[in-house]
């Protein structure tokens, strides 16, 4: 946490194994800086007597965990019956007529083996008219059924689910997860309170946003009203152990059920539906028996191990003041602590 350039300026830690948290710690500060200076390559400290410790319930932009709770909304609709897994999209959204056209399936969103490309600049769009037609419009580039991670997947699971539950993706979260979870301080923002993220000027960002808190920091979910389904999110990480206590537990966390354990299973065993699986490159040691997470760009992560009943996630502002390319060491670090500590090693 210090330095020029410290991994993050604030973290928070949350472990631990069945209904039992064994480490809950935070460090740093939530806001550290006020601006970025170029010249320098260091963030403009602010007088300490101004700067916002890091706790352990200070929520965070959560980043790509979102797509997360996006794979367990249309996981409670396959449930349902209102889709199939393996439906093609353009049964459902006919409009989108490039997946259509292409044979574009939920499980190929879920696995991110639609072929479609990562991203596309719709922040740079001049309406959300422009948005949507370009999202429409969008063909697959790769070779489906071959891993690519794409934004573009939740982004077109979030528009299907919308259309065949007319209700919003917020309402999907809040009325599926976080309300009967009892998940108080996870949902779209704004979120005043948040730890403090960047988006100094280009080339460090895609818009020229400046330092920003409690506001959406992927241009696009920002572009979109903060409500989108690969970002947009804030949480914290006592209500993250939440969510993953629940899913180790086949989909119930006290009287309430979100899900049952076999949609669970599916969505924790590889491929993993909107989960990755055994990835040691921010797992560490816990990766090899079929531990399940993901991770956001903005220094968050989620680690599960359904052979355990483990549960770790760590909560950073690595993009404080300013984004740099990702640096997983301290996440594989903290994977491969748990994961000894279990081996007792």
Not at 181 to 190: A, E, I, R
Not at 199 to 220: C, I, Q, S, T, Y
Not at 262 to 269: Q, R
Request: hydrophobic share 45%; with cysteine; net charge positive.
């Amino acid at each position: 946490m210090s330095g020029p350039h410290p991994w993050a300026a604030g973290v928070v830690v949350v472990a631990g194994r069945g209904p039992v948290i064994a480490v809950a710690e935070a460090a740093g500060w939530a806001v550290r800086y006020s601006a970025y200076d170029e010249r320098t390559d260091t963030g403009v400290e602010l007088p300490p007597a101004a700067r916002v410790p890091m706790t352990v319930h200070t929520p965070f932009d959560i980043a790509s965990l979102t797509k997360l709770f996006t794979a367990t909304c249309v996981v409670q609709q396959l449930e349902r019956g209102t889709l199939g897994i393996d439906a093609r999209v353009g049964a459902y959204l006919p409009d989108f007529r490039a997946a259509a056209r292409h044979g574009v399936t939920v499980r190929q969103l879920l696995t991110h083996t639609s072929g479609l490309r990562p991203e596309l600049p719709l922040y740079a769009c001049a309406s959300d008219e422009e948005r949507l037609r370009l999202l429409r419009a969008e063909a697959p580039v790769g070779v489906p059924g071959t891993y690519c991670y794409s934004d573009l997947n939740p982004l077109i699971l979030q528009h299907l689910l919308e259309r065949v539950t007319g209700r919003t993706l917020d309402v999907l979260v809040r009325d599926g997860i976080t309300r009967p979870l009892g998940m108080t301080s996870t949902s779209f923002g704004p979120c005043p309170g948040a730890a403090a993220t960047a988006a100094p000027r280009r080339p460090w960002a895609k818009a020229n946003r400046g330092m920003l808190r409690g506001v959406v920091h992927d241009e696009n979910a920002w572009a979109l009203g903060g409500v989108a389904g690969h970002a947009g999110l804030f949480a914290t990480a006592h209500d993250l152990a939440v969510f993953g206590r629940t899913l180790l537990a086949g989909g119930s966390y006290g009287p309430a059920r979100i899900l049952g354990p076999d949609l669970v299973e599916l969505m924790l065993t590889a491929p993993g539906l909107g989960f990755a699986v055994d990835q040691p490159w921010f797992m560490g040691e816990l990766a090899g028996k079929g531990a399940a997470g993901h991770t956001g760009f903005t220094g968050t992560s989620l680690v599960l191990d359904p052979d355990t009943g483990t549960f770790l996630v760590l909560l950073a502002n690595t993009v404080h003041p300013r984004r740099r390319p990702a640096d997983n060491r301290l996440r594989v670090a903290a994977g491969t602590r748990m994961a000894r500590a279990l081996r007792g090693t």
